[in-house]
Antibody, heavy 115, light 112 residues
Framework: EIQLVESGGGLVKPGGSLRLSCAASGFTFSSAYMGWVRQAPGKGLEWVGH??????????DYAAPVKGRFTISRDDSKNAVYLQMNSLKPEDTGVYYCTWVIPGWGQGILVTVSS | DIVLTQTPLSSPVTLGQPASISCRSS???????????LHWLQQRPGQPPRLLIY???SRFSGVPDRFSGSGAGTDFTLKISRVEREDVGVYYCVQTTRAPYAFGQGTKLDIK
């Protein structure tokens, strides 16, 4: 069974930082492209970024609104993917989903950026 | 960057009747390897997204056969042959052919 479990969310002030983690199981993690998707309250899904498998080059790509502020990384030895979020803005508020691109989805974790 | 445009944005449907959602891409979604990475997700109220259809027309494991996908190039369609109450939610097309990946705006399906 595919399982993706996010952790690390919470309330942070504008300009602050937060690191999300995603623990994966139930599939061959090292071969998987992994991504982060977010959803602002009452809005649609927005792609944040993804990291390719190391076999395919390990390229990391980001959506324009987060480029330069967010960093995705992976640790294949731990079956984990991370999202380091810096210089957070109120518009970064939402539920963040970890995804095995595209079959698997975590339950999501709430990030609130507010003073 | 690729932009996906879904129509309609809202679709009230009678139980047992068909429903259809269109997804149009601003560029061809055919990858250099010949595959087309256009997928359909369902998000029920209060739930995370769930994969329904991958690579245009392949149903994911456990997805009822009343869901089907079709299309090519820049124009794609999700069809539900007979809508059931559990189909209420928002449907998204998503492309993973070319970075940055992108979603359509979502189509809200509800019961008349």
């Amino acid at each position: 069974e595919i399982q993706l479990v996010e952790s690390g969310g919470g309330l942070v002030k504008p300009g602050g930082s937060l690191r999300l983690s995603c623990a994966a199981s139930g599939f061959t993690f090292s071969s998987a492209y992994m991504g982060w998707v977010r959803q602002a309250p009452g809005k649609g899904l927005e792609w944040v970024g993804h990291v390719e498998s190391k076999n395919d080059g390990g390229t990391i790509d980001y959506a324009a609104p987060v480029k330069g502020r967010f960093t995705i990384s992976r640790d294949d030895s731990k079956n984990a993917v991370y999202l380091q979020m810096n210089s957070l803005k109120p518009e970064d508020t939402g539920v963040y989903y970890c995804t095995w691109v595209i079959p698997g989805w975590g339950q999501g974790i709430l990030v609130t950026v507010s003073s | 960057d690729i932009v996906l445009t879904q129509t309609p944005l809202s679709s009230p449907v009678t139980l047992g009747q068909p429903a259809s959602i269109s997804c149009r891409s601003s560029q061809s979604l055919v990858h250099g390897n010949g595959n087309t990475y256009l997928h359909w997700l369902q998000q029920r109220p209060g739930q995370p997204p769930r994969l329904l259809i991958y690579e245009v027309s392949s149903r994911f494991s456990g997805v009822p056969d009343r869901f089907s996908g079709s299309g090519a190039g820049t124009d794609f369609t999700l069809k539900i042959s007979r809508v059931e109450r559990e189909d209420v939610g928002v449907y998204y097309c998503v492309q993973t052919t070319r970075a940055p990946y992108a979603f359509g705006q979502g189509t809200k399906l509800d019961i008349k």
